[in-house]
């Protein structure tokens, strides 16, 4: 179980270390249009856009390394007085009954929405602006599948944890 949860988390590995740049990218972007703005007094919608665009893709794209790394944030009531079984407990059963449900309805759910504007290949949230709001909105199913397969990955561990007789 521990091997394919490994492989499962190489996935969301290698989406963290290539979507990671992105903070850059996003940084030295926003830098450059503040700059174009104050300075010279010229803007472009599509550059805005561009910033949208790296802002949701990094955070949609990383919320599976996010929980892989676990970093998400989390209500701590009672998780952190629990030992590891408690904890692998909680977590198997937030897994189970939570992450993985709510990621298939929004998947479910957005999925039309996401193949029509795939379909007509939807232009952009602006005038001016980036023509690709499909590529925007692909990033939701995107999400929900790195999310259910760290899940599954977590899930696993959970188990083993749980079978641990010894802690």
Excluded at 106 to 132: D, K
Aim: positive net charge; hydrophobic residues 55%.
């Amino acid at each position: 179980m521990i091997r394919l949860a490994d492989a499962l988390d190489t996935i969301n590995v290698r989406v963290g270390f290539a979507v990671r740049w992105l903070t850059l990218l996003m940084v030295l972007a926003q830098f450059g249009v503040v700059l174009l703005r104050y300075v010279f007094g010229v803007s472009w919608i599509w550059a805005n856009e561009t910033i949208l665009y790296m802002h949701a893709a990094l955070f949609m794209i990383a919320a599976g390394y996010t929980l892989l790394v676990d970093e998400h944030v989390r209500v701590d009531i009672w998780y952190a007085k629990e030992g590891p079984r408690g904890q692998a407990l909680t977590n198997f059963l937030g897994h189970l009954f939570l992450l993985i449900p709510s990621m298939t309805v929004l998947l479910l759910y957005s999925w039309p929405t996401v193949r029509n504007s795939w379909n007509i290949l939807e232009g952009p949230i602006s005038v001016g602006g980036i023509p690709a709001s499909f590529l925007l909105k692909t990033l939701i199913p995107v999400f929900c599948v790195l999310l259910i397969i760290q899940a599954l990955a977590n899930m696993l561990r959970d188990l083993v944890r749980l079978a641990d007789r010894t802690r």
